[in-house]
């Protein structure tokens, strides 16, 4: 069973960048989720249970991912949460959270400040319409207020000052 899920959490272990066997480079990013509850009797926050969940990353993911974080970074990811079953090297059955096909990861901002830098190549980024060369993004889009042109100096382009009524 899969679900889309975002946790929040602090990263437990350094992250080591790998590379799988078809030459593509992976890493495991471990998190420690703990919620505050409120104690209902006294009114005051304690810390809940302990929730740890594996974030699985694959290609430049993995590497831009193992290239800003670090242990103790407080991180937000979004992606399918899934739990499995296993049995270990000496027979004991053991059980894990996963989140995988990562949709969204980084900082958590509200803790931690970053330094945005874009790889080139695009790096699966939007680029502007109208192709290389051209300022697409900025372009502005038609503006109904605006008479439809975009220029910002035409404000009100298709009304007059006739009342409606």
């Known amino acids: 069973m899969t679900t889309i899920s975002t946790i929040i959490g602090n990263v437990v272990s350094e992250i080591e960048p790998r590379i799988s066997q078809a030459g593509k480079p992976w890493c495991q990013v471990r998190v420690a989720s703990t919620p505050r509850e409120r104690d ?51 027979g004991a059955d053991r059980h894990v959270i996963e989140l995988d096909e990562i949709e969204a990861f980084g900082p958590d901002l509200r803790w ?45 382009g298709g009304f007059d000052d006739e009342q409606p009524f």
């Open 112 to 156: 931690a400040t970053a330094q945005v830098s874009r790889k080139s190549g695009g790096g699966g980024a939007q680029q502007p319409q109208g192709g290389a060369g051209q300022a697409g993004w900025a372009t502005a889009p038609p503006d109904p207020f605006r008479g439809g042109t975009g220029d910002p100096g035409s404000f009100g």
């Open 40 to 90: 209902r009797q006294t009114g005051d926050f304690k810390d809940g249970e302990t929730m740890f969940v594996t974030v699985k990353l694959f290609g430049d993911y993995a590497d831009n991912v193992a290239q800003s974080i670090s242990k103790g970074t407080r991180i937000t990811a979004t992606g399918k949460l899934k739990y499995r079953s296993y049995k270990d090297n000496q």
